[in-house]
T-cell receptor, first 113, second 115 residues
Framework: QKEVEQDPGPLSVPEGAIVSLNCTYS??????FMWYRQYSRKGPELLMY????GNKEDGRFTAQVDKSSKYISLFIRDSQPSDSATYLC?????????????FGKGTKLTVNP | NAGVTQTPKFRILKIGQSMTLQCTQD?????MYWYRQDPGMGLKLIYY???????DKGEVPNGYNVSRSTTEDFPLRLELAAPSQTSVYFC??????FGAGETQYFGPGTRLLVL
C-alpha cells in the first residue's frame, strides 16, 4: 500500500459546483497536512495546511482531516473556471529525527464555464 | 522580493552530457529542496538541505548531486544525462517556523529533455 493515495482524476465540473478532492494515507505518523494548487506549467503553491482533525475554512476552500480514518479532503464551493488546476495533497512526519514529506500524485480539475 | 527563481526554464540535453540547474531564493530560508515531477506521478524529492553546508538525499538521488555553499543558492548537478532524467524539476524553500507546517515556496520549474 502506498503511503499517500490520491485519485488522479481528471475531474470535470460545471461552474458553481461543489468539488471534493480526497487523499488517503497509511502512515499514522503524518502530522501536517497540506493542499497545493498547481496551474499548468507553473510550480505548486500552498493553498491550505492543517495539523489537527476537523475542518479549516478559507473563503471558498475547506480542508478536512480525519486522522482516525487516515483521510483528508479539500472542498471547493462555488467553483470557478480559475480553479482549474492540478491539486496535490501533501503530508509530513518526523521520523528518526528527520522530516519526511510525501506528495500525492495530484488530481487534475477542470471547471467549465 | 523575487521568491524562488530557477534557471534555465527549458533545456535539451544529449545523453551523457552534464548540466547544472540553478536555484536561488531571497527569503533567507534555511531549508531548500529539489523535486522532479513526471506526468501523473506527483513530486519526488531528489535532495534537500537544512542549511549552508548541509545536504541530504531524498527519495530519488541517483544521477544527481547538490551543493549548498550559501543560504541563497542550491544548484542541482546532472553529471551524465540519461533519458530517464527527462522531467520537470522544481526547487523549493521553506522557513523553519515551529508549528507552521510545511509552508514551502516553489520556483517556476525547469523542463529538461534528454535525447
Amino acid at each position: 500500500q502506498k503511503e499517500v493515495e490520491q485519485d488522479p482524476g481528471p475531474l470535470s465540473v460545471p461552474e458553481g459546483a461543489i468539488v471534493s478532492l480526497n487523499c488517503t494515507y497509511s502512515n499514522s505518523a503524518f502530522q501536517y497536512f497540506m493542499w497545493y494548487r498547481q496551474y499548468s506549467r507553473k510550480g505548486p503553491e500552498l493553498l491550505m495546511y492543517t495539523y489537527s482533525s476537523g475542518n479549516k475554512e478559507d473563503g471558498r476552500f475547506t480542508a478536512q482531516v480525519d486522522k482516525s480514518s487516515k483521510y483528508i479532503s479539500l472542498f471547493i464551493r462555488d467553483s470557478q473556471p480559475s480553479d482549474s488546476a492540478t491539486y496535490l495533497c501533501a503530508m509530513t512526519a518526523v521520523q528518526g529525527g528527520s522530516e519526511k514529506l510525501v506528495f500525492g500524485k495530484g488530481t487534475k480539475l477542470t471547471v467549465n464555464p | 522580493n523575487a521568491g524562488v527563481t530557477q534557471t534555465p526554464k527549458f533545456r535539451i540535453l544529449k545523453i551523457g552530457q552534464s548540466m547544472t540547474l540553478q536555484c536561488t531564493q531571497d527569503m533567507n530560508h534555511n531549508y531548500m529542496y529539489w523535486y522532479r515531477q513526471d506526468p501523473g506521478m506527483g513530486l519526488k524529492l531528489i535532495y534537500y538541505s537544512v542549511g549552508a553546508g548541509i545536504t541530504d538525499k531524498g527519495e530519488v538521488p541517483n544521477g544527481y548531486n547538490v551543493s549548498r555553499s550559501t543560504t541563497e543558492d542550491f544548484p542541482l548537478r546532472l553529471e551524465l544525462a540519461a533519458p530517464s532524467q527527462t522531467s520537470v524539476y522544481f526547487c523549493a524553500s521553506r522557513e523553519v517556523s515551529f508549528g507552521a507546517g510545511e509552508t514551502q515556496y516553489f520556483g517556476p520549474g525547469t523542463r529538461l529533455l534528454v535525447l
